[in-house]
């Protein structure tokens, strides 16, 4: 192996766990929502809305793949088509545009407070570091989490948010940008993350050395393709490569 210069991580699944948070938050924003429109209306004297919680949330997931439909170019960017299925709903319940835009963009207020709420795994600041020190780090994520208010954004000062490009994981272009940012060819990189399908593949296509984060797997993998069940084993892996090379 060529000596190497940067490593790119995803997120999400890979410096924790996505699963309880992406639920809260789901879950929280648009409670907020309901119940924060439900407090202001009647301090106005207005008939509280006709959408209760569930079936709120419900209409909202099907505005959200309706409009990802709609617009291909930005199905992977979550924030955006998470703002116009809130204005279209509430809209759809008699708010005029404005107070949609306003209340849409209150609620996704929410949704990036309570979705940076992330814990990463306890070992991941201490091997962000002492990576740090060696090589250039990266983040690169198919997801909306505020990028510079997650726990760990200090360790990252080039983060992708491969969404808002409009070319989500596993397009080349987010890794690309990435590596431009940090001045390194592929081969001299590495990127670690937990998607078979958009991590580890569309990495070593280009050229870069994968380290995929699964509990199982195949022990053959194909040429440049590392498995480790936890990042935590990656500073033991990228040694026992450096002493290869
Ligand atoms: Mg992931």
Known sequence: MASLQAITFDLDDTL?????????????????????????????????????????????????????????????????????????????????????????????????????????????????????????LAAITNGNIHLKRQPLAAYFPVAIAAGELLAPKPDPKPFLTALERLNVVPHRAMHVGDSWQEDVLPAQRLGMHAVWIAAQGDQALPTRIHRIAHVKELPELIDWLERRS
Request: aromatic share 10%; net charge neutral; proline share 3%.
């Open 16 to 136: 924790w766990d996505n699963q309880g948070v992406m639920l809260k938050t789901e879950e929280g924003h648009y409670r907020w929502l309901i119940e924060a429109l439900a407090a202001w209306r009647k301090a106005r004297h207005e008939a509280p809305l006709t959408l209760s919680y569930e079936q709120g949330l419900a209409d909202y997931l099907e505005r959200r793949q309706a409009w990802a439909k709609q617009v291909p170019e930005r199905r992977g960017d979550f924030t955006w088509l998470r703002l116009r299925a809130l204005e279209a709903q509430l809209e759809a319940q008699g708010l005029t545009r404005s107070c949609a835009l306003l209340w849409a963009a209150a609620a996704m207020n929410e949704f990036h407070r309570l979705r940076v709420q992330v814990t990463p795994h306890p070992e991941a600041a201490g091997l962000l570091s002492a990576l740090s020190e060696r090589y250039q």
